[in-house]
C-alpha cells in the first residue's frame, strides 16, 4: 500500500478538475486514480520521494502558461487545454496512452494533469526548421502539465521546448512528457530546463517507437532546486532507433535524480544514451540507466555512457548503469565515470595569464565537446555551451 503520509487526489478533486472534458479523459483520470491506493513511490536510497514536495497532491494543479510559436499549415501546436476543445480528435487515441503508470507520482499525474501542450505532425510531413514552445511556471503553486507530441508515418520534426519560471519563486510540478512516432518518423524532441532554483519537479518523459522509427532525445538541466527526470522509450517496431543526448549542471544544493531506459521490443533496434554533467558547490546527481532487451528483439544493440565532472570537493555522484538481457544475438555495453578536475590541468591553463574562472569555463567545455558535436543542431550546441558557460563559478 502506498505511504498514509502522503496525500492523495481525491474523487471530488478528479471531479472538479475534469468538468467539462471529454468522457473519455474523465474515465482515463479515473483509473489513474483507482491506482493511487496501490502503487508506491519511487525508491532510492539517495532520493527522500517522501519528503518531496511533488509527492503531495492535495489540491487542484494549475495550469502553466504555454507560448508556441506559428506552425506551417497542417501542423498542431498549440496549449493542451485549446486543443481539449478544438482538436479532440487527435488527443483521443493518444493521450495518457503510452504514460503507462510505474510508481504513485506517475498515478497522480494522470489523475489531476491540467494544460501543457500538443504537437502533431500530419503523415508525409517534413520540417525544415524547428518548432518551438515555452511552458511557464510563473507562480509558487503545484502544476500537472502534460506534453503529448505525435509525429505520424514518415514524418521529419525538430521540436525545442523551454520549462521556466520566475527568479525567486518556488513552483511544484509534476508532468509529464508523451511521444509516440510512428512507423518511418525521424523525431529530435529537444528541452531545456531551465526553472528557477527553488522549484521542485518530477518530469517522467515516455516515447514509442514504430517501425524504422528514429527518437534523439535531446536534454538539458540546468535548473531547479529538485529535479527528477525518467525518461523511458519503448522500440517496439523492428529497426527503430533512439538516441539520448543528455547534459546537466548543478551548483549550490542542487539534487538531480536522472533515469533513462531503452525497452528493445522489436527486431534489430538500436540505442544509445550518452550524459554528460557537471556539478560544482554541494550539488548532487543519482544517475540510473538501463538497456532492457526483451526475448525475440535478435540484432539489437543498446549503449551507455555517462560521465560527470565535479568542480568542488563536496559535490557528489551515484552512477549506476544497467543491463537486463533475455536474447543471445545482441550487442550491448556501458560505461560511466565521475572525477573532480585534474588539479595540473587547471594549473597549466591559469599559468598561460588565464583566470581561474575561465580556465574552469575551458575545461568543462573540453569535457561537454564530444557530445556537443554529436548534437546535430548547431543552434542547440550553441545553447548549450552558453548555460554551461554562464553557470561555471569560481
Known amino acids: 500500500m502506498a505511504s498514509e503520509t502522503l496525500t492523495f487526489p481525491t474523487r471530488a478533486l478528479v471531479d472538479q478538475i475534469a468538468a467539462g472534458e471529454p468522457a473519455w479523459l474523465t474515465e482515463r483520470r479515473l483509473r489513474a486514480l483507482d491506482e493511487t491506493a496501490s502503487l508506491q513511490l519511487p525508491t532510492s536510497k539517495q532520493t527522500r520521494f517522501e519528503e518531496a514536495a511533488f509527492a503531495q497532491a492535495a489540491s487542484a494543479p494549475i495550469a502553466p502558461e504555454v507560448r508556441v510559436e506559428a506552425a506551417p499549415d497542417g501542423v498542431v501546436l498549440m ?50 526548421d ?9 507562480e509558487d503553486a503545484y502544476y500537472a502539465p502534460h506534453i503529448l507530441m505525435v509525429a505520424d508515418e514518415l514524418t521529419k520534426v525538430d521540436l525545442i521546448v523551454e520549462l521556466l519560471g520566475e527568479p525567486g519563486k518556488a513552483p511544484v510540478i509534476n508532468g509529464g512528457v508523451e511521444l509516440v512516432a510512428k512507423a518511418g518518423a525521424q523525431v529530435r524532441y529537444i528541452e531545456f530546463q531551465r526553472l528557477p532554483g527553488k522549484a521542485q519537479s518530477h518530469w517522467p518523459r515516455r516515447a514509442s517507437l514504430g517501425r524504422d522509427a528514429r527518437l534523439y532525445w535531446i536534454l538539458n538541466d540546468i535548473g531547479a532546486r529538485l529535479q527528477v527526470a525518467d525518461t523511458r522509450t519503448e522500440l517496439a517496431g523492428n529497426g527503430a532507433e533512439s538516441r539520448v543526448l543528455a547534459t546537466f549542471f548543478g551548483g549550490r544544493r542542487q539534487h538531480f535524480d536522472f533515469r533513462h531506459v531503452a525497452v528493445h521490443v522489436g527486431q534489430h533496434t538500436t540505442s544509445d544514451t550518452e550524459a554528460r554533467g ?19 528483439a535478435i540484432g539489437t544493440s543498446g549503449w551507455q555512457h555517462e560521465h560527470t565532472l565535479m568542480l568542488s570537493e ?3 555522484a551515484d552512477l549506476v548503469p544497467e543491463l537486463e538481457i533475455d536474447e543471445w544475438d545482441v550487442k550491448a555495453g556501458h560505461a560511466a565515470s565521475a572525477g573532480p578536475v585534474d ?6 591553463i591559469m599559468a598561460r595569464g588565464i583566470p581561474e574562472i575561465e580556465a574552469r569555463r575551458l575545461i568543462v567545455f573540453g569535457f561537454l565537446s564530444s557530445l556537443l558535436e554529436s548534437i546535430p543542431l548547431e543552434s542547440v550546441r550553441e545553447r548549450i555551451a552558453e548555460l554551461f558557460h ?5
Open 343 to 348: 588539479p595540473l590541468q587547471l594549473y597549466f
Open 314 to 316: 563536496a559535490a557528489r
Open 278 to 296: 557537471v556539478l560544482q558547490g554541494k550539488a548532487r546527481t543519482v544517475y540510473n540507466a538501463n538497456t532492457v532487451i526483451r526475448p525475440g
Open 130 to 138: 524547428p518548432l518551438r514552445a515555452t511552458i511557464h511556471f510563473a
Open 390 to 394: 554562464e553557470k561555471v563559478e569560481a
Open 79 to 128: 496549449d493542451l487545454r485549446d486543443a481539449l476543445r478544438e482538436r479532440p480528435d487527435l488527443l483521443e487515441p493518444h493521450l495518457l496512452k503510452v504514460f503507462e503508470r510505474q510508481n504513485l507520482l506517475h498515478a497522480q499525474h494522470a489523475s489531476l494533469t491540467q494544460g501543457g501542450l500538443l504537437c502533431y505532425v500530419p503523415k508525409g510531413t517534413e520540417l525544415k
